[in-house]
């Protein structure tokens, strides 16, 4: 069992940064792939950056060059550093585990947190 805890969301304007930062309990969270979901306000959760147990990462088209994800195993976190942030960030951001890497769907993760709003103003 992995409970998650999301944190670091708030409001930005447009080109600002924020970090989000994804806290794990369990003493598994190692052996976890790690990613980062959004959903704005009538839209489908939609995949954002994900990073294997190993390290290795990927990212959203839209987001790439301007969001970076990391892990810190020895405090189970996860982290999503977010910079040049636009308008159409403006959604509230989800952390999920998955057991069997890094997946692109929702669908694919077995644990996921109750999500942090983040707002960026034009």
């Known amino acids: 069992q992995v409970q998650l805890v999301e944190s670091g969301g708030g409001l930005v304007q447009a080109g600002g940064s924020l970090r989000l930062s994804c806290a794990a309990s369990g003493r598994t969270f190692r052996s976890y792939a790690m990613g980062w979901f959004r959903q704005a306000p009538g839209k489908e959760r939609e995949f954002v950056a994900g990073i294997s147990w190993s390290g290795g990462k990927t990212y959203a088209d839209s987001v790439k060059g301007r969001f970076t994800i990391s892990r810190d195993n020895a405090k189970n976190t996860v982290y999503l550093q977010m910079n040049s942030l636009k308008p159409e960030d403006t959604a509230v951001y989800y952390c999920?585990?998955?057991?069997?890497?890094?997946?692109?769907?929702?669908?694919?993760?077995?644990?996921w947190g109750q999500g942090t709003q983040v707002t960026v103003s034009s």
């Open positions: 999920a585990a998955d057991s069997m890497g890094i997946g692109w769907s929702a669908g694919e993760y077995d644990y």
